[in-house]
C-alpha cells in the first residue's frame, strides 16, 4: 500500500460509507480509513437505476469486517471523531488515537431535533436503539402524541395500531414536506381503515438487517454511550411490532395548526388548577372520561389551548446535522440549518475536507429541477459523488457537478400507497408563478403536476401511476406542453404514446 496519509473518512452510514468504498476502488493501492461512531455500518447493496434520476437499492446493517473483507485497503475505526485540527491535516478520536489524512470527508449525519431536551417522555426515532426504545414505551401505550408533520410522523401515525394518536401539526394539512393540502385529503381516509396484512410492494430502497443472528445485531449495539448509530432508512417498520395493547387498528385524532407550549410531567400537571382535559376526536364518551380521569405520565399543552395527557410523546420535528465535533478551532462555514455548507466539489470551507450526507447543506446553485432533502438517496449520490471529487482533486482532474443533482427524485411508500416526487413537486422556490394540474381517482391514485410557461417542473404520483419515467423526461427535457392542455393527465390517453 503506497505511503502518505490516509484517506479518512468520518461516519459510517451510507453516505460515509459509500463514500469509502468508491475510494477504494479508485485509490485501490491507498489506505481509506472510515471511523465511526456506530458498531455496525450501512452498505448499499443490489443497486439499480431504474430510469434516469429513480433508483433502488437495498441497505444492509453489516459488521465493519464485512466491509473490510470487500476492500482490503479499508480499515474500519470504531470510535467517534472528537477533534480535528485541520491545518495540521489531523483528527483525534474518543479512543484517544489521533489520525493524519490527506483528504477528509466528514459523513457524520444528524441526528433528532427534539421539541423538549433530557425529558425522559419525549423520545426521538433515528437509529436500532431509538427504536427499541420507542418500542418499548409503545408496548404499555394506552394513548401517545406525535409531534411533526414530516417522514416520521406520516410513517408512524400509520404504522402505530391499538394505541390512540394524538397528532399535533403546525400546518392545515398532512404531511406538509411530501404534500400540498389534495394529496393529504387523498390520503387521509387511509387513517380511518384497517391496515393491510401484507403491505404494497414498491421498487425503492430497502432497509434489511439480513444475514445476522439475533446475538450478533446484540452485540453490534451500542453501549451505554450516548452517541447516535446510523440513520434508518425506508422499511425500518417492517418486521417490527409496533403494536400497543388495545385492540383496535388506527385511532388518529389529528390537531391542526398548532406547536407544543408546554409539556408537564404528571407531578407538575397535579399542581395546576383549573385546567381542563381535551379528549381526542372531540368525544366526551364515557371510556375517554374515565381514561382522562386516571393520571398521565405527561401532558403535551398545544398552542391551541388543548392539553392532552398521553403515555409518551414522539418528536419527529426534523433533524440537526452532527457537526459539533469539527467546529471547534477550525472555521468551517455553516448553513441556516446547522449543516456543513459544501460547495459543488462537495468541498467544505476548509481546504482538504469534505463533507457528504444529512451532515453538509448543498450550498451550490442548483438545478431548477433540484433541492437538497436529507434522504437516503441523495446520502448515497452525495457520498459517491464527494469520492469522485477527491480523487480528481487529488488526481489535479476537472469534474462536473454529477447529474443525479439535475432532478429530484425520490420513490418512497406512505399508507401504504407508493409515492413518486419529482422535481419540483411542491412548487418549492417557484413562488405564485405556476400552475397545478390534477387528476386524482379516491382510493387509487393521486396524480399532479407543478408547470410553469407550459412546462413541467415537478410532479407528485401517489399510487400505481406508471407515469414516473414519463414525466421525469418531460421534466428534464423541458418541452413546451402547452398544446396538450388538459390532455396531458388524460387517463384516456396514452401519454407515453405521445412522449416517447
Ligand atoms: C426513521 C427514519 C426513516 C427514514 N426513512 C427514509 C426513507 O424512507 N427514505 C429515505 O430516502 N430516507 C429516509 N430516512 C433518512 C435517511 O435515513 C438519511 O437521510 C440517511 O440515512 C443519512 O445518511 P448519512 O450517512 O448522511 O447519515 P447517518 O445514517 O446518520 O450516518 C451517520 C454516521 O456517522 C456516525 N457518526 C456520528 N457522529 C460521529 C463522529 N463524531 N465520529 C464518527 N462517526 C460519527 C454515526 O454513528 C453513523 O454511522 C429516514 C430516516 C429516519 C430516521
Ligand atoms: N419515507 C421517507 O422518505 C422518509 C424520510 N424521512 C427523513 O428522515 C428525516 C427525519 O424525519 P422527520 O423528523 O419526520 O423530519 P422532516 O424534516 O421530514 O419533518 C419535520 C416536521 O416537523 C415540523 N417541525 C419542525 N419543528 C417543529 C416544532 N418545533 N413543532 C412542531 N413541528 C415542527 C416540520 O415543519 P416545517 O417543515 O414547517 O419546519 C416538519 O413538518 C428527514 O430528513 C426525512 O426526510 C423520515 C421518514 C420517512
Redesign the pocket.
Known amino acids: 500500500m503506497a505511503d502518505g496519509p490516509p484517506l479518512v473518512v468520518a461516519g459510517g452510514g451510507i453516505a460515509g460509507v459509500t463514500c469509502a468504498e468508491q475510494l477504494a476502488l479508485l485509490f485501490p493501492s491507498r489506505q481509506v480509513l472510515l471511523l465511526t461512531a456506530s458498531p455496525l455500518i450501512k452498505a448499499v447493496t443490489n443497486f439499480k437505476q431504474l430510469s434516469k434520476a429513480l433508483e433502488e437499492f437495498q441497505v444492509e446493517e453489516q459488521a465493519s469486517t464485512v466491509l473490510e473483507s470487500r476492500h482490503a485497503n479499508i480499515q474500519v475505526i470504531q470510535s467517534a471523531v472528537r477533534r480535528l485540527e485541520s491545518a495540521e491535516h489531523q483528527l483525534w478520536t474518543e479512543d484517544g488515537r489521533q489520525h493524519h489524512y490527506e483528504k477528509l470527508c466528514v459523513c457524520t449525519g444528524?441526528r433528532?431535533?427534539l421539541?423538549s431536551d433530557g425529558n425522559p417522555y419525549v423520545l426521538?426515532?433515528?437509529d436500532t436503539d431509538s427504536v427499541q426504545e420507542f418500542q418499548k414505551h409503545l408496548a404499555k401505550a394506552r394513548r401517545v402524541a406525535v409531534?411533526?408533520?414530516?417522514?416520521?410522523?406520516?410513517?408512524l401515525v400509520y404504522e402505530i395500531e391499538g394505541c390512540e394518536v394524538i397528532w399535533?401539526?403546525?400546518?392545515k394539512a398532512i404531511?406538509?414536506?411530501?404534500f400540498d393540502a389534495g394529496a393529504a385529503e387523498f390520503l387521509i381516509p387511509k387513517l380511518a381503515v384497517e391496515k393491510p396484512e401484507v403491505p404494497v410492494a414498491c421498487k425503492r430502497t430497502k432497509y434489511t438487517t439480513e444475514g445476522k443472528s439475533e446475538t450478533e445485531q446484540k452485540v453490534g449495539r451500542k453501549g451505554e454511550d450516548t452517541e447516535l448509530g446510523s440513520?434508518?432508512?425506508?422499511d425500518?417498520h417492517e418486521g417490527l411490532k409496533l403494536k400497543a395493547c388495545k385492540e383496535f387498528s388506527h385511532k388518529v385524532h389529528i390537531e391542526t395548526l398548532?406547536?407544543?407550549k408546554k409539556i408537564y410531567l404528571h407531578e407538575e400537571f397535579k399542581q395546576l388548577s383549573d385546567v381542563s382535559l381535551a379528549f381526542p376526536n372531540g368525544e366526551d364518551d364515557e371510556q375517554n372520561t374515565k381514561l382522562d380521569q386516571e393520571l398521565w405520565p405527561v401532558y403535551i399543552e398545544l398552542t391551541n389551548g388543548k392539553i392532552y395527557g398521553c403515555d409518551f410523546i414522539v418528536?419527529?420535528?426534523?433533524?440537526l446535522p452532527n457537526v459539533q465535533p469539527f467546529l471547534s478551532g477550525n472555521n468551517f462555514v455553516v448553513a441556516e440549518d446547522g449543516g456543513l455548507k459544501v460547495d459543488d466539489h462537495m468541498c467544505t470551507s476548509i481546504d482538504h475536507v469534505y463533507a457528504a450526507g444529512?451532515v453538509c447543506t448543498a450550498s451550490w446553485k442548483h438545478s431548477p429541477f433540484w433541492q437538497q432533502?436529507?434522504?437516503?438517496t441523495q446520502a448515497r449520490q452525495m457520498g459517491w459523488y464527494a469520492a469522485k471529487c477527491i480523487a480528481a482533486d487529488i488526481c489535479g482532474e476537472p469534474i462536473e457537478l454529477d447529474f443525479c443533482f439535475e432532478l429530484f427524485a425520490?420513490i418512497?411508500?406512505?399508507f401504504n400507497y407508493k409515492?413518486v416526487l419529482l422535481g419540483k413537486f411542491n412548487g418549492q422556490g417557484l413562488g405564485s408563478d405556476h400552475d397545478l394540474m390534477l387528476r386524482c381517482t379516491k382510493g387509487y391514485e393521486y396524480v399532479k403536476v407543478v408547470m410553469q410557461n407550459g412546462r413541467m417542473m415537478g410532479a407528485v404520483l401517489i399510487g400505481e401511476t406508471d407515469l414516473d419515467e414519463t414525466f421525469e423526461n418531460l421534466i428534464l427535457n423541458q418541452m413546451d406542453l402547452s398544446a396538450y392542455g388538459e390532455d396531458l393527465l388524460d387517463p384516456n390517453i396514452d401519454i407515453e404514446d405521445y412522449f416517447d
Request: proline letters at 4%.
Open positions: 444528524a433528532p431535533k421539541i426521538g426515532i433515528r409531534v411533526g408533520n414530516g417522514g416520521i410522523a406520516l410513517e399535533a401539526i403546525k400546518d404531511g406538509n414536506t411530501f440513520a434508518l432508512g425506508p425500518w398548532c406547536e407544543v418528536s419527529a420535528t426534523g433533524v444529512d432533502m436529507r434522504l437516503w425520490h418512497t411508500k406512505f409515492v
